[in-house]
């Protein structure tokens, strides 16, 4: 069992930053949480794709609607995966979600329990 909880959600205006966290606790092995990706979903609107990060950190992917705004990163001594969020939009409101797969994974197994992210403009 992996569990997820995340931080770092709040209020920010149109062009604010904000740097959310994913700490891992229960099986944080390579293999367990070999790629963390993090998820959004708006209101009325169905989950989506936003980033995600290998364990090695070497591949990263990202929507296209975040590419050069969003950064996720990880450091796997604290077992905390990260997104930096900045040039912050109205459209990037919406609660965010952590999310690993195993390393010979073929979906997201975990989640968490998503934190919000508000963006006013």
């Known amino acids: 069992q992996v569990q997820l909880v995340e931080s770092g959600g709040g209020l920010v205006h149109t062009g604010g930053s904000l740097r959310l966290s994913c700490a891992a606790s229960g099986r944080t092995s390579s293999t367990y949480t070999y790629t963390m990706g993090w998820f959004r979903q708006a209101p009325g609107k169905e989950r989506e794709f936003v980033a995600s990060?290998?364990?090695?950190?070497?591949?990263?992917a990202y929507t296209d609607s975040v590419k050069g705004r969003f950064t996720i990163s990880r450091d796997n001594a604290k077992n905390t995966a990260y997104l930096q969020m900045d040039s912050l939009k109205p459209e990037d409101t919406a609660v965010y979600y952590c999310?690993?797969?195993?390393?010979?994974?073929?979906?997201?197994?975990?989640w968490g329990q998503g934190t919000q992210v508000t963006v006013s403009s």
């Open positions: 999310a690993v797969k195993s390393r010979f994974g073929s979906a997201y197994g975990y």
């Open positions: 990060i290998t364990w090695s950190g070497d591949n990263t």
